[in-house]
Protein backbone atom coordinates (compact mmCIF):
# COMPACT_ATOMS: atom_id res chain seq x y z
CA UNK A 1 0.00 0.00 0.00
CA UNK A 2 1.09 3.58 -0.76
CA UNK A 3 0.85 6.04 2.20
CA UNK A 4 1.93 9.25 2.39
CA UNK A 5 3.32 10.54 5.88
CA UNK A 6 3.14 14.06 6.45
CA UNK A 7 6.27 15.21 9.55
CA UNK A 8 7.62 11.90 9.26
CA UNK A 9 11.18 13.42 9.92
CA UNK A 10 9.20 14.26 13.59
CA UNK A 11 9.24 12.31 17.03
CA UNK A 12 6.25 10.28 16.03
CA UNK A 13 6.82 9.68 12.40
CA UNK A 14 10.29 8.40 12.45
CA UNK A 15 8.48 5.41 14.93
CA UNK A 16 5.77 5.18 12.38
CA UNK A 17 7.60 5.71 8.75
CA UNK A 18 9.33 2.69 10.43
CA UNK A 19 6.76 0.46 11.49
CA UNK A 20 4.32 0.88 8.25
CA UNK A 21 8.05 -0.20 6.55
CA UNK A 22 8.51 -2.96 8.32
CA UNK A 23 4.95 -4.70 7.44
CA UNK A 24 5.70 -3.93 3.28
CA UNK A 25 4.09 -0.63 3.07
CA UNK A 26 5.70 2.02 0.44
CA UNK A 27 5.99 5.11 2.17
CA UNK A 28 6.21 8.85 1.15
CA UNK A 29 7.99 11.10 3.64
CA UNK A 30 7.21 14.49 3.46
CA UNK A 31 8.73 17.12 6.10
CA UNK A 32 9.84 20.70 6.46
CA UNK A 33 12.95 19.44 8.33
CA UNK A 34 14.02 17.48 4.98
CA UNK A 35 13.57 20.19 2.67
CA UNK A 36 11.95 23.96 3.16
CA UNK A 37 9.41 23.49 0.06
CA UNK A 38 8.07 20.59 1.89
CA UNK A 39 6.12 22.70 3.66
CA UNK A 40 2.31 21.76 3.73
CA UNK A 41 1.49 25.57 3.19
CA UNK A 42 3.37 24.84 -0.18
CA UNK A 43 0.35 23.67 -2.61
CA UNK A 44 2.36 23.65 -5.79
CA UNK A 45 4.98 21.42 -4.47
CA UNK A 46 2.13 19.43 -2.06
CA UNK A 47 0.01 18.63 -5.54
CA UNK A 48 3.37 17.43 -7.33
CA UNK A 49 4.13 14.58 -4.74
CA UNK A 50 0.13 13.81 -4.68
CA UNK A 51 0.85 13.15 -8.63
CA UNK A 52 3.51 11.20 -8.34
CA UNK A 53 3.08 9.28 -5.75
CA UNK A 54 -0.72 8.28 -5.95
CA UNK A 55 -1.08 7.38 -2.78
CA UNK A 56 -4.06 5.21 -1.29
CA UNK A 57 -3.58 6.59 2.35
CA UNK A 58 -2.08 9.81 4.01
CA UNK A 59 -1.09 10.10 7.50
CA UNK A 60 -0.96 13.51 8.77
CA UNK A 61 1.54 14.50 11.52
CA UNK A 62 3.06 17.46 10.09
CA UNK A 63 1.80 20.60 12.39
CA UNK A 64 3.18 23.77 14.49
CA UNK A 65 3.52 22.35 17.91
CA UNK A 66 4.33 23.67 21.61
CA UNK A 67 1.84 25.02 23.29
CA UNK A 68 3.20 27.94 25.56
CA UNK A 69 4.82 29.53 21.86
CA UNK A 70 1.51 29.38 19.92
CA UNK A 71 0.60 32.90 21.63
CA UNK A 72 3.69 34.41 20.60
CA UNK A 73 3.34 33.74 16.97
CA UNK A 74 -0.28 32.77 15.88
CA UNK A 75 -0.17 33.21 12.39
CA UNK A 76 2.23 30.49 11.98
CA UNK A 77 -0.11 28.08 14.03
CA UNK A 78 -3.37 29.17 12.32
CA UNK A 79 -1.43 29.24 8.71
CA UNK A 80 0.21 25.55 9.17
CA UNK A 81 -2.26 24.09 11.36
CA UNK A 82 -5.49 24.71 9.54
CA UNK A 83 -4.13 26.00 5.92
CA UNK A 84 -1.96 23.12 5.86
CA UNK A 85 -4.28 21.05 6.66
CA UNK A 86 -6.91 21.85 4.49
CA UNK A 87 -4.61 21.68 1.46
CA UNK A 88 -4.15 17.83 2.06
CA UNK A 89 -7.56 17.27 2.36
CA UNK A 90 -8.28 18.65 -0.73
CA UNK A 91 -5.31 16.92 -2.50
CA UNK A 92 -6.37 13.46 -0.95
CA UNK A 93 -9.79 13.96 -2.13
CA UNK A 94 -8.76 15.50 -5.25
CA UNK A 95 -6.63 12.46 -5.94
CA UNK A 96 -8.86 9.14 -4.95
CA UNK A 97 -7.07 8.52 -1.40
CA UNK A 98 -8.86 5.87 0.16
CA UNK A 99 -8.18 6.85 3.83
CA UNK A 100 -6.73 10.04 5.89
CA UNK A 101 -6.04 10.23 9.18
CA UNK A 102 -5.17 13.21 10.85
CA UNK A 103 -3.22 13.79 14.23
CA UNK A 104 -5.15 16.32 16.37
CA UNK A 105 -3.96 16.80 20.36
CA UNK A 106 -5.22 16.50 23.37
CA UNK A 107 -4.63 20.16 23.79
CA UNK A 108 -8.08 20.36 22.82
CA UNK A 109 -9.43 19.59 26.23
CA UNK A 110 -8.65 22.68 27.76
CA UNK A 111 -9.15 22.61 31.36
CA UNK A 112 -12.24 20.42 31.70
CA UNK A 113 -11.46 16.64 31.48
CA UNK A 114 -14.96 15.75 32.15
CA UNK A 115 -15.87 16.19 28.69
CA UNK A 116 -13.34 12.73 28.22
CA UNK A 117 -16.56 11.03 29.39
CA UNK A 118 -19.08 12.41 26.91
CA UNK A 119 -19.93 9.91 23.86
CA UNK A 120 -19.06 12.64 20.65
CA UNK A 121 -15.57 13.66 22.57
CA UNK A 122 -16.75 17.15 22.32
CA UNK A 123 -14.73 20.04 23.64
CA UNK A 124 -14.79 23.80 23.75
CA UNK A 125 -12.42 24.97 26.81
CA UNK A 126 -9.85 25.99 25.07
CA UNK A 127 -6.37 27.52 26.77
CA UNK A 128 -3.85 27.85 24.06
CA UNK A 129 -3.81 29.10 20.44
CA UNK A 130 -2.41 25.85 19.76
CA UNK A 131 -5.57 24.10 20.67
CA UNK A 132 -7.62 26.15 18.80
CA UNK A 133 -6.20 25.42 15.44
CA UNK A 134 -6.26 21.84 16.36
CA UNK A 135 -9.53 21.94 17.18
CA UNK A 136 -10.42 23.51 13.37
CA UNK A 137 -8.13 21.10 11.91
CA UNK A 138 -10.25 18.50 13.42
CA UNK A 139 -14.04 20.35 11.53
CA UNK A 140 -12.49 20.60 8.61
CA UNK A 141 -11.63 16.65 8.43
CA UNK A 142 -15.05 16.45 9.75
CA UNK A 143 -16.50 18.92 6.49
CA UNK A 144 -14.06 16.97 3.78
CA UNK A 145 -14.88 13.13 5.06
CA UNK A 146 -17.22 11.86 1.91
CA UNK A 147 -15.49 9.53 -0.54
CA UNK A 148 -12.96 9.21 1.30
CA UNK A 149 -13.18 8.24 5.42
CA UNK A 150 -11.51 10.67 7.79
CA UNK A 151 -10.18 9.72 11.12
CA UNK A 152 -8.51 11.64 13.80
CA UNK A 153 -6.67 10.26 16.75
CA UNK A 154 -5.79 12.51 19.93
CA UNK A 155 -2.20 11.96 21.20
CA UNK A 156 -1.85 12.18 24.72
CA UNK A 157 1.68 13.68 25.85
CA UNK A 158 4.04 10.67 24.50
CA UNK A 159 7.14 10.04 25.58
CA UNK A 160 9.96 7.49 24.08
CA UNK A 161 13.29 7.58 22.02
CA UNK A 162 14.23 10.73 20.80
CA UNK A 163 11.62 12.42 22.51
CA UNK A 164 10.40 15.95 21.60
CA UNK A 165 12.73 18.47 23.43
CA UNK A 166 10.03 20.81 24.57
CA UNK A 167 8.05 18.15 26.51
CA UNK A 168 8.55 16.88 29.96
CA UNK A 169 10.38 13.83 29.59
CA UNK A 170 12.31 15.13 26.14
CA UNK A 171 13.27 18.00 28.74
CA UNK A 172 14.71 15.74 31.79
CA UNK A 173 16.75 13.56 29.22
CA UNK A 174 18.92 16.37 27.74
CA UNK A 175 18.87 18.01 31.16
CA UNK A 176 20.62 14.32 32.22
CA UNK A 177 22.75 14.94 29.42
CA UNK A 178 24.06 18.13 29.81
CA UNK A 179 24.20 18.10 33.81
CA UNK A 180 21.54 21.23 33.92
CA UNK A 181 18.86 22.02 35.47
CA UNK A 182 14.59 21.15 35.47
CA UNK A 183 12.30 23.92 35.97
CA UNK A 184 9.51 22.61 37.67
CA UNK A 185 6.60 25.00 37.27
CA UNK A 186 3.88 24.61 39.94
CA UNK A 187 3.65 22.03 42.97
CA UNK A 188 3.90 19.02 40.60
CA UNK A 189 0.60 17.47 41.04
CA UNK A 190 -1.09 18.12 37.73
CA UNK A 191 -1.16 14.69 36.33
CA UNK A 192 -0.53 13.16 32.52
CA UNK A 193 -1.69 10.17 30.67
CA UNK A 194 1.59 10.14 29.02
CA UNK A 195 1.69 7.79 25.83
CA UNK A 196 4.77 5.52 24.88
CA UNK A 197 4.93 6.23 21.58
CA UNK A 198 5.39 2.44 20.27
CA UNK A 199 1.92 1.98 21.62
CA UNK A 200 0.93 5.18 19.61
CA UNK A 201 2.35 3.58 16.42
CA UNK A 202 0.02 0.33 17.29
CA UNK A 203 -2.35 2.42 17.76
CA UNK A 204 -2.27 4.55 14.38
CA UNK A 205 -1.89 1.63 12.43
CA UNK A 206 -5.25 -0.05 13.79
CA UNK A 207 -6.88 3.34 13.23
CA UNK A 208 -5.36 2.70 9.13
CA UNK A 209 -6.93 -0.27 9.13
CA UNK A 210 -9.94 -1.09 10.97
CA UNK A 211 -13.19 -1.67 8.80
CA UNK A 212 -16.47 0.46 9.56
CA UNK A 213 -18.76 2.02 7.78
CA UNK A 214 -18.00 5.21 8.63
CA UNK A 215 -17.06 8.44 7.00
CA UNK A 216 -15.46 9.96 10.02
CA UNK A 217 -14.91 9.86 14.04
CA UNK A 218 -12.35 10.62 16.26
CA UNK A 219 -10.13 8.57 19.09
CA UNK A 220 -8.33 9.01 22.00
CA UNK A 221 -4.93 7.26 21.81
CA UNK A 222 -3.42 7.85 25.55
CA UNK A 223 -1.87 6.17 28.24
CA UNK A 224 -3.53 4.46 30.86
CA UNK A 225 -2.09 5.53 33.87
CA UNK A 226 -1.84 8.78 35.72
CA UNK A 227 1.24 10.04 36.07
CA UNK A 228 1.74 13.09 38.27
CA UNK A 229 4.80 15.54 37.86
CA UNK A 230 5.84 14.97 40.81
CA UNK A 231 5.66 11.05 40.26
CA UNK A 232 7.70 11.61 37.05
CA UNK A 233 10.16 12.91 38.99
CA UNK A 234 11.08 11.00 41.31
CA UNK A 235 11.00 8.13 38.98
CA UNK A 236 14.04 9.69 37.32
CA UNK A 237 15.99 10.36 40.20
CA UNK A 238 15.56 6.62 41.14
CA UNK A 239 18.04 6.81 38.43
CA UNK A 240 19.43 9.75 38.12
CA UNK A 241 19.60 10.75 41.79
CA UNK A 242 21.57 13.88 41.07
CA UNK A 243 19.06 15.63 39.00
CA UNK A 244 18.75 19.68 39.86
CA UNK A 245 15.10 20.66 39.86
CA UNK A 246 14.37 24.56 40.06
CA UNK A 247 10.90 25.67 41.47
CA UNK A 248 8.86 27.99 39.30
CA UNK A 249 5.35 29.62 39.57
CA UNK A 250 2.64 27.58 37.97
CA UNK A 251 2.31 28.81 33.93
CA UNK A 252 -0.84 29.77 32.92
CA UNK A 253 -1.01 28.04 29.83
CA UNK A 254 -0.08 24.51 31.33
CA UNK A 255 -3.53 22.19 31.89
CA UNK A 256 -3.81 20.55 35.33
CA UNK A 257 -4.65 17.25 33.98
CA UNK A 258 -4.65 15.95 30.40
CA UNK A 259 -5.72 11.87 30.57
CA UNK A 260 -7.28 9.92 27.83
CA UNK A 261 -10.47 8.28 28.17
CA UNK A 262 -9.49 5.33 25.69
CA UNK A 263 -12.63 3.11 26.21
CA UNK A 264 -13.98 3.99 22.70
CA UNK A 265 -10.41 3.02 21.39
CA UNK A 266 -10.57 -0.13 23.06
CA UNK A 267 -13.76 -1.58 21.66
CA UNK A 268 -13.75 -0.27 18.26
CA UNK A 269 -9.72 -0.22 17.65
CA UNK A 270 -9.19 -3.30 20.02
CA UNK A 271 -6.50 -0.57 21.30
CA UNK A 272 -4.75 -0.02 24.54
CA UNK A 273 -1.68 0.85 25.90
CA UNK A 274 1.08 -2.40 26.89
CA UNK A 275 3.42 -0.74 27.91
CA UNK A 276 4.32 0.11 31.94
CA UNK A 277 5.38 3.33 32.54
CA UNK A 278 7.84 3.42 34.98
CA UNK A 279 10.10 0.62 33.14
CA UNK A 280 9.66 2.16 30.27
CA UNK A 281 10.84 5.47 31.54
CA UNK A 282 13.88 3.92 33.82
CA UNK A 283 14.85 2.08 30.63
CA UNK A 284 15.00 5.66 28.52
CA UNK A 285 17.25 7.82 31.10
CA UNK A 286 19.28 4.36 32.17
CA UNK A 287 20.18 4.70 28.51
CA UNK A 288 20.99 8.47 28.65
CA UNK A 289 23.35 8.14 31.70
CA UNK A 290 25.27 5.48 29.65
CA UNK A 291 25.91 7.55 26.45
Known sequence: MKIIITGNLGFIGCHLQKKLESLGHDIKGYDIKNNFIEDIRNETYLESVFNSFRPDKVIHLAARAMVRQS?????????????????????????????????????VYGETPDVLLRE???????????????????????????????FVFRPFPVYGENSRSDMAIGKLLNIVKNNGEFHKYGKGDSVRGYTNVHDLVDGIVKLMEF????NFDIFNLGGSEKISLNKLL??????????????????????????????????????????IFEDEIKKLFICQTQV
Open 211 to 214: ETDK
Open 71 to 107: ADAPHEYTSTNIDGTYNLLRLANKYGVKRFLSASSSS
Open 120 to 150: DMSCENFKSIYAITKKASEHLCQMMAGKMKV
Open 234 to 275: EIVKDVCPNLKIVQEKENPYDVFSSCADIRKAEKILNWKPTR
